[in-house]
Protein backbone atom coordinates (compact mmCIF):
# COMPACT_ATOMS: atom_id res chain seq x y z
CA UNK A 1 0.00 0.00 0.00
CA UNK A 2 1.48 3.58 -0.57
CA UNK A 3 0.48 6.38 1.32
CA UNK A 4 1.66 9.86 1.02
CA UNK A 5 4.32 12.09 3.27
CA UNK A 6 3.45 14.67 5.69
CA UNK A 7 5.48 17.38 6.95
CA UNK A 8 6.23 17.61 10.59
CA UNK A 9 7.26 20.74 11.34
CA UNK A 10 7.70 22.61 15.00
CA UNK A 11 4.48 23.83 16.51
CA UNK A 12 2.62 22.61 13.44
CA UNK A 13 0.19 19.79 13.63
CA UNK A 14 0.42 17.77 10.25
CA UNK A 15 -2.02 14.73 8.94
CA UNK A 16 -1.66 11.47 9.75
CA UNK A 17 1.18 9.49 7.89
CA UNK A 18 0.31 5.93 8.00
CA UNK A 19 2.75 2.69 8.19
CA UNK A 20 2.81 0.89 5.85
CA UNK A 21 1.69 -3.11 6.51
CA UNK A 22 -1.04 -5.54 7.19
CA UNK A 23 -2.98 -6.84 10.36
CA UNK A 24 -4.95 -4.03 10.41
CA UNK A 25 -4.32 -0.26 12.44
CA UNK A 26 -2.52 -2.10 15.29
CA UNK A 27 -5.13 -0.33 17.88
CA UNK A 28 -5.82 -3.99 19.69
CA UNK A 29 -4.91 -4.21 23.69
CA UNK A 30 -1.22 -4.98 24.27
CA UNK A 31 -0.26 -5.09 20.65
CA UNK A 32 2.80 -4.10 19.70
CA UNK A 33 5.15 -3.42 16.91
CA UNK A 34 8.63 -2.26 16.37
CA UNK A 35 10.06 0.27 14.89
CA UNK A 36 13.84 2.19 13.71
CA UNK A 37 14.04 5.71 13.53
CA UNK A 38 16.78 7.76 11.41
CA UNK A 39 18.63 10.77 11.02
CA UNK A 40 19.43 12.57 7.67
CA UNK A 41 19.97 15.95 6.56
CA UNK A 42 19.02 17.97 3.76
CA UNK A 43 21.80 20.52 3.43
CA UNK A 44 23.01 24.00 4.38
CA UNK A 45 25.20 26.37 2.56
CA UNK A 46 26.64 28.52 4.84
CA UNK A 47 27.79 25.95 7.46
CA UNK A 48 31.07 23.64 7.52
CA UNK A 49 30.10 21.65 10.49
CA UNK A 50 26.54 21.40 12.32
CA UNK A 51 27.53 18.73 14.92
CA UNK A 52 24.72 17.92 17.36
CA UNK A 53 24.70 15.62 20.24
CA UNK A 54 21.62 13.42 20.24
CA UNK A 55 21.08 11.75 23.87
CA UNK A 56 17.62 9.96 23.54
CA UNK A 57 14.46 10.14 21.50
CA UNK A 58 10.49 9.89 23.35
CA UNK A 59 7.14 9.17 21.29
CA UNK A 60 3.83 9.80 22.84
CA UNK A 61 1.21 7.58 22.00
CA UNK A 62 -2.09 8.75 21.75
CA UNK A 63 -3.44 7.56 24.58
CA UNK A 64 -1.06 9.65 26.57
CA UNK A 65 1.84 7.58 27.63
CA UNK A 66 5.55 8.12 26.41
CA UNK A 67 8.02 6.11 25.40
CA UNK A 68 10.99 7.03 26.32
CA UNK A 69 14.76 5.64 24.31
CA UNK A 70 17.61 7.06 26.45
CA UNK A 71 21.01 5.96 24.49
CA UNK A 72 23.97 5.43 26.70
CA UNK A 73 26.36 7.73 25.20
CA UNK A 74 25.16 10.68 23.38
CA UNK A 75 25.18 10.07 19.55
CA UNK A 76 27.06 13.14 18.27
CA UNK A 77 27.19 13.57 14.43
CA UNK A 78 28.13 16.54 12.38
CA UNK A 79 24.34 16.48 10.29
CA UNK A 80 26.65 17.86 6.89
CA UNK A 81 28.05 14.28 6.55
CA UNK A 82 24.10 12.76 6.28
CA UNK A 83 23.78 14.08 3.01
CA UNK A 84 22.72 12.12 -0.50
CA UNK A 85 20.74 9.54 1.03
CA UNK A 86 23.39 8.90 4.09
CA UNK A 87 21.82 8.45 7.56
CA UNK A 88 22.39 6.90 11.34
CA UNK A 89 20.35 5.40 13.24
CA UNK A 90 18.69 6.85 16.38
CA UNK A 91 16.82 3.61 17.20
CA UNK A 92 16.51 0.25 15.39
CA UNK A 93 13.97 -2.42 15.69
CA UNK A 94 12.43 -1.25 19.56
CA UNK A 95 9.31 -2.88 20.79
CA UNK A 96 6.24 -0.34 21.58
CA UNK A 97 3.12 -0.44 22.10
CA UNK A 98 0.95 -0.78 18.19
CA UNK A 99 -1.26 2.49 17.55
CA UNK A 100 -1.36 6.00 16.75
CA UNK A 101 1.74 8.70 17.89
CA UNK A 102 0.98 12.29 17.68
CA UNK A 103 4.22 13.42 18.97
CA UNK A 104 8.21 12.93 19.08
CA UNK A 105 11.02 14.72 20.32
CA UNK A 106 14.69 14.73 20.20
CA UNK A 107 16.63 15.36 23.46
CA UNK A 108 19.57 17.15 22.56
CA UNK A 109 22.69 18.03 24.31
CA UNK A 110 23.34 21.35 23.75
CA UNK A 111 27.30 21.37 25.68
CA UNK A 112 28.49 19.06 23.15
CA UNK A 113 26.23 20.69 19.94
CA UNK A 114 27.90 23.90 17.52
CA UNK A 115 28.25 25.44 14.03
CA UNK A 116 31.30 26.16 12.09
CA UNK A 117 30.50 28.49 9.85
CA UNK A 118 32.34 28.58 6.02
CA UNK A 119 33.38 32.30 6.75
CA UNK A 120 34.94 31.02 9.73
CA UNK A 121 36.25 27.86 9.25
CA UNK A 122 38.64 27.96 12.84
CA UNK A 123 36.06 28.94 14.97
CA UNK A 124 33.17 27.03 16.84
CA UNK A 125 29.96 29.05 17.22
CA UNK A 126 27.83 27.91 20.27
CA UNK A 127 24.02 26.43 19.75
CA UNK A 128 20.99 26.25 22.04
CA UNK A 129 17.42 25.26 22.08
CA UNK A 130 15.09 27.85 22.83
CA UNK A 131 14.32 27.71 26.59
CA UNK A 132 10.56 27.00 25.36
CA UNK A 133 11.71 23.44 24.30
CA UNK A 134 14.00 22.50 27.12
CA UNK A 135 12.12 19.20 26.87
CA UNK A 136 13.48 18.41 23.35
CA UNK A 137 13.21 19.46 19.81
CA UNK A 138 9.18 18.76 19.28
CA UNK A 139 7.83 17.33 16.13
CA UNK A 140 4.12 17.41 16.64
CA UNK A 141 1.91 15.12 13.96
CA UNK A 142 0.19 11.78 13.58
CA UNK A 143 2.33 8.56 12.50
CA UNK A 144 0.85 4.95 12.88
CA UNK A 145 3.30 2.14 14.24
CA UNK A 146 1.12 -1.04 13.25
CA UNK A 147 0.98 -4.44 15.51
CA UNK A 148 3.24 -7.53 14.36
CA UNK A 149 4.81 -5.09 11.74
CA UNK A 150 8.75 -3.25 11.78
CA UNK A 151 8.52 0.30 10.43
CA UNK A 152 11.28 2.06 9.56
CA UNK A 153 11.20 5.69 9.51
CA UNK A 154 13.50 8.89 8.43
CA UNK A 155 13.20 12.23 10.50
CA UNK A 156 15.39 14.50 7.63
CA UNK A 157 17.03 17.62 9.56
CA UNK A 158 16.69 20.33 7.56
CA UNK A 159 20.16 22.08 8.89
CA UNK A 160 19.04 25.56 6.44
CA UNK A 161 15.92 26.33 7.68
CA UNK A 162 16.81 25.03 11.46
CA UNK A 163 19.69 26.94 12.73
CA UNK A 164 18.72 30.70 13.37
CA UNK A 165 20.44 33.36 13.86
CA UNK A 166 18.57 34.87 16.85
CA UNK A 167 20.17 38.98 15.61
CA UNK A 168 20.29 40.24 19.29
CA UNK A 169 20.95 39.11 22.84
CA UNK A 170 21.07 35.58 23.41
CA UNK A 171 22.94 32.85 25.69
CA UNK A 172 24.68 30.99 22.32
CA UNK A 173 25.68 32.34 18.90
CA UNK A 174 22.77 30.40 17.61
CA UNK A 175 19.05 28.72 18.25
CA UNK A 176 17.96 25.50 17.51
CA UNK A 177 14.60 25.75 15.91
CA UNK A 178 14.20 22.30 13.54
CA UNK A 179 12.19 22.26 11.07
CA UNK A 180 12.11 18.08 9.90
CA UNK A 181 10.08 16.08 7.70
CA UNK A 182 9.37 12.34 9.22
CA UNK A 183 9.29 9.98 5.95
CA UNK A 184 8.27 6.29 5.94
CA UNK A 185 11.43 4.72 4.58
CA UNK A 186 10.31 2.62 2.45
CA UNK A 187 7.57 4.88 1.07
CA UNK A 188 10.74 7.41 -0.19
CA UNK A 189 13.06 7.31 -3.77
CA UNK A 190 15.47 9.66 -4.68
CA UNK A 191 16.73 11.94 -7.61
CA UNK A 192 19.98 12.14 -9.24
CA UNK A 193 21.54 14.47 -11.56
CA UNK A 194 24.00 16.02 -12.90
CA UNK A 195 25.00 19.89 -13.71
CA UNK A 196 27.26 20.98 -16.67
CA UNK A 197 28.86 24.29 -14.15
CA UNK A 198 31.86 24.86 -16.40
CA UNK A 199 29.49 26.20 -19.02
CA UNK A 200 27.21 27.71 -17.11
CA UNK A 201 29.90 29.70 -15.25
CA UNK A 202 31.88 30.81 -18.99
CA UNK A 203 28.26 31.84 -20.12
CA UNK A 204 27.66 34.19 -17.23
CA UNK A 205 30.97 35.55 -17.10
CA UNK A 206 30.72 36.70 -20.54
CA UNK A 207 27.39 37.97 -20.69
CA UNK A 208 26.94 41.33 -19.19
CA UNK A 209 23.04 41.13 -18.11
CA UNK A 210 23.20 37.51 -15.73
CA UNK A 211 25.15 37.89 -12.56
CA UNK A 212 27.86 35.96 -12.19
CA UNK A 213 28.06 32.41 -10.09
CA UNK A 214 29.83 32.77 -6.75
CA UNK A 215 33.71 32.18 -6.17
CA UNK A 216 34.35 28.40 -5.04
CA UNK A 217 30.90 27.42 -4.81
CA UNK A 218 28.73 25.66 -7.90
CA UNK A 219 25.44 25.94 -7.41
CA UNK A 220 22.64 24.07 -5.45
CA UNK A 221 19.64 22.21 -6.61
CA UNK A 222 16.32 23.48 -5.07
CA UNK A 223 13.75 21.36 -4.40
CA UNK A 224 10.00 22.22 -4.16
CA UNK A 225 7.01 19.25 -3.89
CA UNK A 226 4.75 19.74 -6.60
CA UNK A 227 4.99 20.42 -10.52
CA UNK A 228 5.40 23.11 -11.95
CA UNK A 229 6.16 25.19 -8.82
CA UNK A 230 8.27 29.17 -9.66
CA UNK A 231 11.48 29.06 -7.37
CA UNK A 232 12.13 31.02 -5.11
CA UNK A 233 15.16 31.46 -2.67
CA UNK A 234 15.14 30.09 1.23
CA UNK A 235 14.57 32.86 2.86
CA UNK A 236 10.72 32.81 2.15
CA UNK A 237 8.47 30.85 4.69
CA UNK A 238 8.33 27.09 4.85
CA UNK A 239 5.39 26.76 2.95
CA UNK A 240 6.28 28.20 -0.09
CA UNK A 241 9.86 28.27 0.04
CA UNK A 242 11.97 24.72 -1.08
CA UNK A 243 11.89 21.85 0.35
CA UNK A 244 15.70 21.47 0.60
CA UNK A 245 18.50 22.88 -1.09
CA UNK A 246 21.22 20.37 -2.42
CA UNK A 247 24.91 21.34 -2.87
CA UNK A 248 26.29 20.49 -6.32
CA UNK A 249 29.71 18.47 -6.08
CA UNK A 250 32.30 17.18 -7.88
CA UNK A 251 32.83 14.56 -5.64
CA UNK A 252 35.11 12.21 -7.66
CA UNK A 253 37.31 15.11 -9.00
CA UNK A 254 36.54 14.22 -12.45
CA UNK A 255 34.52 17.59 -13.76
CA UNK A 256 31.13 15.40 -13.18
CA UNK A 257 28.95 18.08 -10.90
CA UNK A 258 26.24 15.92 -9.57
CA UNK A 259 23.26 16.32 -6.86
CA UNK A 260 21.34 13.39 -4.91
CA UNK A 261 17.75 14.19 -3.31
CA UNK A 262 16.91 11.28 -0.93
CA UNK A 263 13.98 10.50 1.02
CA UNK A 264 11.45 12.22 -1.36
CA UNK A 265 7.98 10.35 -1.44
CA UNK A 266 5.85 9.55 -4.00
CA UNK A 267 4.41 12.35 -6.60
CA UNK A 268 6.15 15.48 -8.25
CA UNK A 269 8.71 17.53 -7.68
CA UNK A 270 9.84 20.71 -8.82
CA UNK A 271 13.69 21.56 -9.18
CA UNK A 272 15.97 24.35 -10.05
CA UNK A 273 19.20 25.43 -9.97
CA UNK A 274 21.60 28.25 -9.42
CA UNK A 275 25.08 29.17 -9.09
CA UNK A 276 24.55 31.96 -7.09
CA UNK A 277 25.01 32.16 -3.17
CA UNK A 278 22.04 32.21 -0.81
CA UNK A 279 22.94 33.42 2.02
CA UNK A 280 19.19 33.54 3.73
CA UNK A 281 19.06 37.69 3.80
CA UNK A 282 18.33 37.86 0.46
CA UNK A 283 15.25 38.06 -1.32
CA UNK A 284 14.18 35.98 -4.39
CA UNK A 285 14.65 38.61 -7.39
CA UNK A 286 18.45 38.50 -6.26
CA UNK A 287 18.55 35.13 -7.09
CA UNK A 288 18.38 33.61 -10.83
CA UNK A 289 17.60 30.11 -11.34
CA UNK A 290 18.05 28.16 -14.54
CA UNK A 291 17.23 24.08 -15.72
CA UNK A 292 13.40 24.36 -13.85
CA UNK A 293 12.09 20.90 -14.69
CA UNK A 294 9.76 18.88 -13.18
CA UNK A 295 10.52 15.29 -11.92
CA UNK A 296 8.38 12.50 -10.62
CA UNK A 297 9.14 10.18 -7.81
CA UNK A 298 8.66 6.25 -7.31
CA UNK A 299 9.06 5.22 -4.24
CA UNK A 300 11.71 2.90 -3.55
CA UNK A 301 13.53 4.17 -7.12
CA UNK A 302 16.11 6.60 -8.08
CA UNK A 303 14.88 8.88 -10.71
CA UNK A 304 17.68 10.37 -13.23
CA UNK A 305 17.02 13.92 -13.76
CA UNK A 306 17.32 16.04 -17.01
CA UNK A 307 21.14 17.30 -17.28
CA UNK A 308 21.32 21.07 -16.73
CA UNK A 309 21.49 23.45 -19.06
CA UNK A 310 18.68 21.63 -20.13
CA UNK A 311 18.77 20.84 -23.81
CA UNK A 312 16.30 23.70 -26.45
Not at 32 to 49: I, K, L, Q
Not at 156 to 178: E, T
Request: aromatic fraction near 8%; proline fraction near 4%.
Amino acid sequence: MKRSMQMFAVSALAAGVAACGGGGDGSATGSTGTVSFNMTDAPAMEFTDVTVAFTGIRLKHEDGDWIEFTFDQPKTWNLLDLQGGMHEPLITDEEVPAGDYTELRLMVDTADSYVIESSQPDVEKTLAVPSGEQSGLKLKGNFVVAADTSTDFTIDFNVAKSIVNPQGKSLADYLLKPSLRLTNTLETGSITGEVDYPTINSTRSADADLANCSDGYYGSIYVYQGAGVTPTDVNVNTEDGPLMTIPVKDDNNDGMYSYTAAYLTEGDYTLSYTCQLDDNETTDDTVEFEGTQTVSVVAGEETQADSIPLTP
